[in-house]
């Protein structure tokens, strides 16, 4: 049975309208050890033949016989398998992967053998054998036309295919070259079935058992001139490689691996600057991740108070005062741990700016704000000490802090937290940038900050003082609308403060000297009561008849930063002493603490039947309509711009990746045409753009611990938890598989001779 029969083949191409015809009514049977020479003018359909012969293209009419088995109903698919199993095609421009090593060029078709060392061997024998040793190493396109010619043999060598098609292979080489090449080619093909086209008969008359001339697409003439000489069999053991290749799974992962290695180094530059692409992508992930962030904060339910394990805030149902005695029965009714009469400092943030000095300087070289809370501890390892007295504080802040306020010991002695300088006595770092910032009390100290708080934040004050020094000099008379509390004045005097700025009242108060004053200070207190709904007002006056007061310029290198032009300096008990005064008289809640939260939700209850409406401190509120709105809209919004962003990434890499691949299609054609197999084909362009991703993916782990561990960068840096950095992994790793596989489609939807060089021609 003959190797290869043609029974009335037709081809004919249609491309704008006009119709060619290619071949037509081709009978012709081929066989092996034969050595065919076609010849043919230009234009005659030589091409057309052998392409319809190896598959790489299409025929409309007539039948193609592959050791007598129709093949007109063959899919992509099976003429791919039809390729690999039977042939090599050797081209005019000859094909080779000119980023890959002639070894690599070599090597790509021994893929069936398993063994590595293996292949090396028989690749390297082969490289040999068509005398290219000297030039294993060098990369296709640093080869001349015969040393290409060369490396297309040993790689049709190599695949040990029954049937070797050469089209016009000397076509674009001198002549002298031509005749080795031809030799090459009749010397390691005698076992074979060969058919060489070309215009110069005279260069393969030696070598050719048949000689065949097409004319205007049909067989002109067809001679036989020598039998064919069969020397030894196609080689049985090749074969057998084959198919055993071709059933593991594992060996085509394997191939596609090595594959993907060997394109992603072979083209170092274009590999460089796809990693730089990758980079770019994954950091524009890594930012709308750390934006993700604030998207589901946005998106958390608004909570009443600051959540502390074990809290109950209650108040009366009756809206009245609650009392310290009533508290501090309800603690040992309830089995409550403790109380707290005056929470609200528990709650906020948005007052208590600290401010902090820098240690050799007079000006702030911080600000932040920071939730404030009592006698509580945390697991972290601290710097200093615990405040042990009310004018010492801890602060809790994250690790961006540590080369201001020190790594071992306390660089700043003193901060400033609502206008009032406190000792800084110990200091805690955290990594995590997305909480928020705490002060640390002594529950006196808590005491003293919410009065001042209070004062401050919620009370209309005003002092109105006037002076009279010994003798008769006139009153001076001025107002002050700043009060800044201090723990080191005297607690029966006021100091005016007055900075160096306010000339005209400067010049008549001498510094340093003691004057008689009437000072009245005014306060009008209103809070909103989130529990009961009740906003209330109360109203204080203290008059400072007898006291002293001293102009003073203060010393303290942090005061000047919190001077306005006037303000009174008053003493820490003058302040609580107003403050509880006013408290006591206005502050209708309190907080209850007990082991957890769960102690805390069985005492709800108790409370309510006592008269109480209390709440744990989880408890959501129902935000108003405006900001119910404005919360939604914030969340579009960050939902919006999460979208876009992504969008925007899957768009981007899509672009890297068609123009990665696209640069590999010409390659990718040989490779199919050599018949490799597309999947291995497939899973090396995968394993290619997946390599890509390795560097950014190393740069997003450095970036990662250096958010851990370097105070600098987590100041800069969104702290990113675990499950995010998933997602920017997971993600990469998606977009760039979906996108190289739409890219892979597109690449192996036209047929073999198409994506070829020239092949439109
Ligand atoms: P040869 O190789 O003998 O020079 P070809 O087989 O390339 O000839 O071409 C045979 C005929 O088919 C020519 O008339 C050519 O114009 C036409 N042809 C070949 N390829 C195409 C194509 N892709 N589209 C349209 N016409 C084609
Ligand atoms: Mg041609």
């Known amino acids: 049975m003959a190797q290869l029969t043609l029974k009335d083949i037709g081809k004919i191409y249609v491309s704008d309208g006009n119709v060619a015809v290619g071949i037509r ?230 191939n596609g691996l ?106 702030a070289d911080a600000f932040l704000m920071a939730h404030s809370t009592y006698g509580k501890s945390y697991g972290d390892k601290v710097i200093g000490r615990y405040p042990e007295s009310k004018d010492e504080v801890l602060l809790y802040l994250p690790i961006s802090y540590q080369p201001e306020l020190g790594k071992e010991s306390l660089k700043v002695s003193n901060i400033i937290i609502g206008r009032t300088v406190y000792k800084l006595v110990g200091v805690k770092y955290y990594y995590d940038n997305n909480i928020d910032p705490e002060c640390l009390f002594t529950d006196e100290g808590f005491r003293f900050a919410t009065a001042v708080h209070f004062l401050v934040g919620y009370s209309d004050m005003r002092f109105k003082i006037s002076l009279k020094s010994e003798g008769d000099e006139p009153e001076k008379i001025f107002n002050a609308h700043t009060m800044i509390p201090s723990f080191d004045m005297p607690a029966d005097k006021i100091y005016v403060g007055l900075t160096s700025y306010n000339m005209s009242v400067n010049n008549n108060i001498a510094s340093g000297t003691e004057y008689t004053a009437e000072a009245s200070f005014v306060a009008n207190y209103y809070r909103y009561n989130y529990i009961n709904g009740i906003t209330r007002y109360y109203s204080f006056e203290r008059d400072f008849k007898n006291d002293e007061i001293t102009n003073v310029l203060p010393e303290f290198n942090g005061y000047e930063l919190l001077l306005p032009s006037e303000a009174i300096i008053i003493s820490d008990e003058i302040i609580c002493e107003i403050a509880e005064n006013v408290l006591k008289n206005s502050y209708v809640q309190a907080s209850i603490f007990f082991k957890d939260d769960n102690a805390a939700k069985k005492a709800v209850s108790a409370l309510q039947d006592r008269g109480y409406i209390a709440v744990v401190s989880d408890t959501t509120y129902e935000v108003g309509s405006d900001d119910a709105m404005s919360s939604l809209l914030g969340c579009v919004l960050m939902i919006a711009a999460f979208i876009a962003a992504v969008v925007f990434l899957a768009f981007f890499i899509t672009l890297c990746s068609s123009r990665a691949l696209e640069a590999f299609r010409e390659d990718i054609a040989i490779m199919r045409s050599m018949g490799i197999q597309v999947k291995v084909i497939r899973i090396g362009m995968y394993v290619r753009m997946l390599l890509s991703l390795i560097p950014a993916f190393i740069i997003v782990a450095i970036t990662a611990i250096l958010i851990f561990t370097s105070p600098k960068f987590n100041e800069y840096f969104t702290y990113l938890y675990a499950w995010q950095y998933a997602v920017i992994i997971i993600g990469m790793v998606a977009l760039t598989l979906k996108t190289t596989h739409n890219q892979i489609r597109r690449l192996f939807g036209k047929s073999v001779k198409k994506s070829l060089r020239g092949g439109d021609v």
């Open 258 to 363: 090595a594959l993907g290695r060997a394109i992603f180094t072979a083209k170092p530059k274009l590999s460089l600057f796809l990693c730089l692409l990758m980079l770019i992508g994954t950091m524009g992930i890594f930012f709308v991740a750390a934006l993700s962030g604030e998207a589901t904060a946005e998106l958390n339910p608004s909570y009443m108070f600051n959540h502390i394990d074990g809290r109950v805030v209650l108040t009366k149902q009756s809206g009245e005062i609650i009392t310290d005695d009533e508290l501090a029965k309800l603690v040992t009714d309830l089995g409550a741990e403790s109380f707290l009469h005056y929470d609200q400092l528990l709650d906020e943030s948005m007052n208590q700016q600290v401010i902090i000095p820098s240690a050799d300087s007079e000006y």
């Open 25 to 254: 009514g081709v009978n012709l049977s081929f066989d092996r050890g034969e050595f065919v020479a076609i010849t043919g003018k230009s234009g005659s359909g030589k091409s057309t033949l052998l392409n319809v012969i190896s598959g790489m293209d299409s025929y409309e009419e007539g039948e193609l016989y592959i050791e007598g088995q129709p093949t007109s109903h063959y899919l992509e698919s099976d003429l791919e398998e039809y390729r690999e199993k039977y042939i090599s095609f050797i081209f005019q421009d000859y094909n080779i992967i000119e980023s890959f090593t002639v070894l690599q060029n070599v090597e790509l078709a021994l893929m069936h053998i398993e063994d590595k060392n293996e292949r090396r061997k028989r690749a390297v024998e082969l490289i040999d054998r068509v005398g290219l040793s000297s030039h294993m190493k060098h990369k296709g396109s640093k080869l001349s036309g015969g040393q290409k010619q060369r490396t297309v043999i040993a790689r049709s060598l190599a695949k040990d295919s029954p049937i070797i098609l050469a089209d016009e292979p000397t076509g674009n080489l001198d002549s002298a070259t031509s005749k080795e090449i031809l030799k090459l080619l009749y010397e390691v093909s005698h076992d074979k079935l060969v058919i060489v086209v070309t215009h110069n008969f005279e260069q393969v008359e030696e070598y050719a058992t048949r000689h065949i001339r097409i004319f205007d697409g049909a067989v002109e003439f067809d001679h036989t001139l020598k039998a064919p000489e069969i020397i030894s069999g196609y080689s049985e053991d090749t074969r057998k490689d084959k198919e055993n290749s071709k059933k593991t799974k594992k060996s085509w992962v394997k």
